[in-house]
């Protein structure tokens, strides 16, 4: 590989840009020639680091060690790599026919996060960057283990995103981790902009209802899985992370919950799945009970909401699902709503609307307290990603008891417990209590 | 070799028509239904149509807070059975009767004494909507003036009626509770015979502290207060009784025990010669309530003699009362028949006989742990 040629070909591949600056220097019979792109390498270690001792240091020769023993440094493979590298902020210097390429990357999004979706009253209160680098150099730091180890891809025909695949490789289970890697070479798409797009593009089912993967921003919680033996992705650009295989009973648990005493994680933990059986089954079982089988309801509550429903127009299952739509919306809405208004919205929603409605007797008193009750069991549940795929198969039970009465909500449910445990995350079965074996032996074995 | 996919196909195609041959419970919301509230079957006057049945109906409000009245309505209808007035009723109200909240069943003293109970049980057995966890209880004069019965202070939505039998309310020991479902077994079970509490009826308020003892083709034996509640004592139905002790000069002491854990055990022993006698064992725990003289501490056994002696008496006085009469509230009938082989069992003809003339065995276990006083 000559290095005219080379110049030529990475001029030729940079041609479309007009951002590429090819420095040429030249003091004292010393020559380098320097290719960077100006917006993504950081000017004041350019000058600090190359500039100011090239005209300080006598020979060339010696300029040459020097760059060599500066931590950027970086050997050239191939063109493909030269310019890729240029891309991603490195800065490509050609000294004596030499190629050398050193990263001299300027990333602005490196701050760190504070929690904004897993909050927490105990426990540390920052999250991941948007930074790749600095998300590892987060996890890396929390997690003391040699046998941490961090896998990169690039992923994204486009935008040429890079991925980390980390996992601690004396817990990882193999078979997990060749799922993964054999998906992700599968993975075939023109811009990946998110951790969760990956998620799914990986998961290999896009019709499943439950979550394969748990999305996490805590380093605390990624330190946990990593020890649990589960496999890590991060995506550049992203202060998202997602954790792989999980089984359902991981998105009902919080990292609180070895913070607290035993017996307030206990209590914590009940009132948790209360709130998840709540969310799933009250609107339904309203349904069933009012409309098929009265008898079900304490006397006194049977007349009052025989009474309350005096005068509404409709059918007790379109009256659910009317009040349930307004209630998706409210939150839809103020997940999209500027911080500043959301409150707005959601008093005009919650209050006016749930007051309005009664007095129009368009629903019952009872009906306003189900909604909001559900409502409010649906954010008890820890991991976003669950809540919304309760709210999903909660609607199907709707439906189904709508048709069949109570029996058809048991029939349902029956049916939702088939539909888990016959899903499985990974190759793990996903309504697995306990967390994975570890498989030292086979480690050893293939290492 | 179909694919999986196909495979999947398939079953959805078999699977969704099948579905649809499944029917649930009829869609009907709960403000097209009218509760009921408590039956009450009577004789009627007429020749032709024997069964008068009323039913008490619950008028729903949207919040008892703005209405704390009690609101009921009241249909009436005689019939030649039962299904057929319930159906005219059903005509009588624009909505559909529902009879899964209706707790009370009264039935009027007159068709009791003419045995129709069987009859009326078949009715109210056979109705699906009707739970077999109603309670069910003798009305006098009727079932009628029973149910249309609103005491003062009633609260709405919860009859007053209910509170006498539903164990949370009142846990009087001269009250007999008996379900539809314990009815039934009583009425089909021989050697077992079915009792009903008497509701009776005062200007304002009720009176419920007699039972009725159905016999087969006899006359109800109606069963006083006093023996209502050894009754209860016996079938340890209730959790706190109260037993006055008197000595019999008059002169000597005489006290309330209140007895607040009782437990009684009751056997037949066969004899030969078809001779049985019946063993009754109950064991009575608790302490002294009311006393017309001091009581001493030290003499806490005499107490118990006492004690002792009284129940004795009173359980024989029961016990020959009911044998004399043929009456077995208790069951010793059962209880023989599940201790001997079928084919050395006394005919029933037999039994009663042998239960007429049985050897009354009473062993008291008295103890009383304080005179309720501090000294």
């Known amino acids: ?447 | 070799m179909p694919s999986k996919k196909s495979k999947t196909k398939l079953f959805i195609l078999v699977i969704v028509p099948l579905i649809t041959l499944l029917t649930g419970c009829e869609f009907m919301d709960i403000d097209k239904d009218v509760f009921v509230s408590m039956i009450g079957i009577d004789k009627s006057d007429e020749e032709d149509k024997p069964y008068k049945i009323t039913l008490k109906l619950y008028v729903p409000t949207s919040s008892f807070k703005q209405s704390p009245e009690p609101q009921y309505t009241y249909i009436t209808k005689s019939g030649e059975t039962l299904s057929e007035a319930i159906r005219i009723l059903e005509t009588y109200s624009d909505k559909e009767l529902e009879f899964g909240h209706a707790k009370l069943i009264v039935i009027g003293e007159d068709l009791l004494k003419e045995h129709k109970a069987s009859e009326v049980m078949d009715f109210l057995l056979r109705r699906p909507d009707i739970q077999m966890i109603s309670w069910i209880a003798a009305g006098r004069p009727s079932a009628e003036e029973i149910i249309k019965m609103v005491p003062q202070g009633e609260n709405a939505a919860y009859p007053a009626l209910f509170n006498y039998f539903d164990d949370i309310g009142n846990e009087s020991q001269y009250i007999v509770t008996t379900y539809l479902f314990d009815f039934r077994r009583r009425m089909v079970e021989e050697g077992i015979d079915p009792i009903l509490p008497i509701i009776e009826k005062n200007t304002s308020h009720f009176k419920i502290n007699k039972s009725l003892v159905l016999v087969d083709k006899k006359e109800p034996h109606e069963l006083p207060t006093l023996y209502t509640g050894i009754f209860n004592i016996l079938s340890m139905n209730i959790q706190v009784a109260d037993l006055i002790i008197k000595e019999e000069d008059g002169e000597g002491e005489a006290f309330i025990a209140k007895i607040d854990s009782m437990n009684s055990k009751h056997k037949v022993i066969v004899k030969n010669n078809n001779n049985i006698a019946l063993e009754i064992e109950v064991r009575l725990t608790g302490y002294i309530a009311e006393s017309k003289h001091p009581l001493k501490m030290k003499n806490l056994s005499y107490y118990n003699k006492l004690l002792e002696k009284v129940a004795k008496e009173k359980l024989t006085e029961f016990f020959s009362e009911m044998t004399s009469v043929g009456i077995d509230p208790i069951g010793f009938g059962i209880d023989y028949k599940s201790r001997t082989l079928h084919n050395k069992r006394m005919s029933s003809e037999e039994w009663k006989e042998a239960y007429k003339n049985a050897e009354i065995k009473i062993i008291i276990h008295p103890k009383l742990k304080s005179t309720g006083a501090i000294q």
């Open chain 1, 1 to 447: 590989m000559s290095s005219l040629e080379t110049i030529n070909w990475i001029n030729e591949q940079f041609k479309n840009t007009n951002e590429l600056v090819q420095k040429n220097l030249e003091y004292e019979n010393k020559h380098i020639l320097l290719f960077y792109i100006k917006s993504l390498i950081n000017s004041e270690m350019l000058q600090k680091l190359i500039i100011k001792p090239f005209f300080e240091m006598s020979s060339e020769e010696q300029f040459n060690l020097y760059l060599q023993a500066l931590p950027q440094f970086q050997e050239v493979q191939s063109k493909e790599q030269v310019h890729l590298e240029i891309m991603n902020g490195n800065i490509l210097i050609v000294i004596q026919n030499e190629f050398y390429l050193l990263d001299f990357k300027l990333a602005k999004n490196d701050k760190v996060n504070s929690t904004s979706v897993e909050t927490t009253i105990h426990g540390s209160q920052l999250a991941l960057s948007d930074n790749l680098m600095t998300n590892i150099n987060v996890i890396r730091s929390n997690y003391h283990q040699a046998s941490l180890s961090v896998e990169y891809f690039v992923k994204g025909e486009v935008n040429q995103h890079k991925v980390a695949v980390i996992y601690d490789k004396e817990k990882v289970k193999n078979d997990v981790l060749d799922i993964i890697r054999k998906r992700l070479q599968k993975v075939d798409k023109q811009l990946i902009t998110s951790t969760t797009q990956l998620g799914n593009l990986i998961n290999d089912s896009r019709f499943s209802l439950f979550p394969q993967m748990i999305m996490t921003e805590r380093p605390d919680r990624i330190v946990y899985n990593l020890a649990g033996g589960k496999v890590i992705l991060l995506v550049d650009g992203n202060p998202q992370s997602i954790a792989t295989p999980v089984v359902f009973f991981d998105f009902m648990t919080t990292m609180e919950d070895n913070y607290h005493t035993l017996f307030i994680s206990l209590f914590l933990k009940i009132l948790r799945y209360a709130g998840l059986f709540l969310s799933l089954l009250l609107p339904a079982l309203y349904v069933g009970v009012t409309s098929f089988t009265p008898e079900l309801f304490r006397t006194e509550l049977a007349l009052t909401v025989a009474g309350s429903r005096v005068g509404v127009p409709f059918s007790s299952f379109i009256e659910v699902l009317f009040m349930l739509f307004f209630m998706e919306l409210l939150l839809e809405a103020s997940i999209r709503l500027p911080k500043a208004v959301s409150a707005t919205a959601t008093t005009v929603g919650g209050l006016i609307l749930g007051t309005a409605v009664t007095e129009a007797s368009l629903a019952s008193n009872i009906m306003v307290i189900i909604v909001s009750a559900v409502a409010i069991s649906t954010f008890v549940i820890p991991v976003n990603e669950m809540a919304f795929s309760i709210r999903v198969v909660r609607l199907l039970l709707i439906i189904i008891t709508s048709v069949f009465g109570l029996a058809g909500l048991v029939l349902g449910f029956f049916v939702l417990i088939m539909y888990l445990v016959n899903l499985d995350s990974f190759g793990e079965t996903y309504l697995k209590i306990y967390t994975l074996s570890k498989n030292r032996k086979t480690t050893e074995e293939k290492t």
